[in-house]
């Protein structure tokens, strides 16, 4: 009776720089997240991508674990510079041959794979030749890079995400890109980034549905719904002003094929609008360019209050470096529009995320119920300091319970008769962390490695891995046996 639709497709994300590792093996070379990471490293003591979990060199390992568990599919990007390391031109035989391994591996363990093209890491030689996704001309590199991709993979592959999670790049775009230090006070930029991401994301939908029979495409959103601190009607007002500059703007270029209008109007009076040229309002709008479901980045909620005339401006909010709960650097305050803050009701983890199961169920049965449209979970999860006992266990109960929560919400929108397609929390095994290094850990596998060491990084089963592969096996229906 609880069971999830049959067909319903059960798994786990990574995402490469973050899970790969072999940066710089193979003829690969440096995307910026190779650099962006080194910083981190030298400034925060977080590991770099070098190495990463070594899913490079263990990934016949990594999919026998996933098959152990039951997965019914697996979502994970491609490092665009391994395919082809200067971004265009020839491409690189063993970087293109290890994701047709990858993908044929899958395959044979009867795992649909879901495809991210893009996942922040750009190739390093496209950020020192004209300055990455701040110039137009990345847009043309990419259609580039997709078609090759969507070709090479058009009858292995259906299921097709293409940016990864474009709100966030706005909000933190020092962590996701390259962006130098003379660009860094000019905020125009980051909705010019956008732009050209949706220039992006709108060409590939159009390539796969141009190349992949039967394909599907849609982009992977970082989306928190967001709550209004009170029932005060100004409190209201702001809630639904964030929910435009926030959300609403992505998704109505995703689905409606424009730009939201009162996120539009505001980013307008602020100087921060992008350049429109001729024609781009065409390629959103074009049907064939439109998206055939949103994959959803869902970690927390958010909580808005209205924010007074006059206040001081803060554009953007910070972000917690240290792992104890408070020290989050600030929050975004727009006078006369909105202010985000805490939600004095909702516990957070120890970055400050706070831990909202309900939330699943708000974000899907109001996501469905604006754009009617298939959703999927691409990720979903709690980044905790994980303990490996001396016999060798990780029990990661809060993990469980953080998982549990958030699949019977996703049930009960589904009872609602929302459509969702997937579930596939962040993440499948250990990873490197976009802005908390290794200690803050998310997977389902435990990769015995730490910041400073990344010794063999050995593959060892959580308490939540045995958890999780009950769940599958029930399809949904044993959410509490351990
Ligand atoms: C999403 C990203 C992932 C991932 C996750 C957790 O924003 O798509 O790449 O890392 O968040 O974030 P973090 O690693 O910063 O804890």
């Known amino acids: 009776m609880n069971e999830f639709p049959k067909g319903f497709l059960w798994g786990a994300s990574t995402s490469a720089y973050q899970v790969e590792g072999a940066a ?10 190779d650099i962006i990471n080194k910083d981190s490293f030298l400034q925060y003591g977080f590991a770099t991508a070098d190495v990463a979990s070594d899913q490079y060199h263990h990934y016949k390992e990594d999919i026998e674990l996933m098959k152990e568990m039951g997965f019914s599919t697996y979502r994970f990007s491609i490092a665009w510079s391994r395919v082809f390391p200067d971004g265009v031109g020839e491409v690189n035989e063993k970087g293109i041959q290890y994701y047709r391994n990858l993908i044929e591996e899958l395959r044979k363990n009867q795992i649909e794979p879901i ?14 030749k004209y300055g990455g996704w701040l110039n137009r001309q990345v847009v043309a590199d990419f259609t580039y890079y997709a078609s090759y991709m969507i070709n090479e993979f058009k009858d292995q592959v259906k299921y097709w995400t293409t940016i990864n999670e474009q709100s966030i790049i706005v909000q933190y775009w020092t962590q996701k890109c390259y962006i130098p230090d003379e660009v860094l006070s000019d905020n125009q930029k980051r909705y010019q980034i956008n732009h050209h991401m949706n220039l992006a994301q709108a060409i590939a939908n159009r390539l796969v549905h141009e190349l992949v029979p039967g394909g599907l495409a849609g982009a992977a959103l970082g989306y928190s719904p967001i709550y209004p601190l009170t029932s005060d009607p100004k409190d209201l007002m702001a809630m639904q002003n ?32 992008p350049v429109i040229e001729d024609g781009d309002l065409e390629l959103l709008a ?16 958010e909580c808005a209050k209205w924010c007074e005339h006059g206040t001081k401006q803060i554009q953007w909010s910070g972000v917690n470096r240290t792992g104890q709960k408070g020290d989050i650097s600030g929050f975004e305050t727009h006078p006369g529009f909105y202010e985000m803050c805490a939600n004095p009701k909702l516990d957070t983890t120890d ?7 309900q939330g699943m169920e708000y974000m899907l049965r109001d996501l469905y119920n604006r754009y009617n449209k298939p959703l999927m979970i691409t990720e979903n999860g709690l980044g905790s300091y994980d303990v490996l006992t001396e016999d060798g266990k990780v029990h990661d109960t809060y993990r469980i319970d953080f998982l549990r929560e958030n699949i019977k919400a996703i049930k009960r929108a589904i009872d609602q008769g929302v459509e969702v397609l997937a579930y596939c929390p962040w993440s499948a095994l250990d990873l490197l962390s976009t802005s908390n290094g290794m200690k803050k850990r998310y997977g389902l596998i435990y990769v015995d490695r730490s910041d400073e060491d990344p010794k063999n990084c050995t593959r060892i089963r959580k308490d939540s891995f045995y958890w999780y592969k009950k769940v599958i096996e029930s399809n949904g229906a044993k959410l509490d046996e351990k």
């Open 24 to 33: 710089y093996e193979d003829g690969k070379k440096a995307s910026q997240q």
């Open 351 to 357: 970055w400050d995320w706070a831990i909202d199961p």
């Open 115 to 128: 495809v991210t093209l893009y996942h922040y890491d750009l190739p390093w030689a496209l950020v020192e």
């Open 242 to 273: 964030a929910q435009a500059l926030r959300n609403d703007y992505y998704t109505d270029v995703y689905f409606k094929g424009r730009y939201n209008t009162a996120a539009h109007i505001y980013l307008e009076e602020h100087g921060l609008a």
């Open 286 to 301: 074009d049907p064939a360019a439109s998206s055939d479901f949103l994959a959803l980045n869902n970690y927390a909620s």
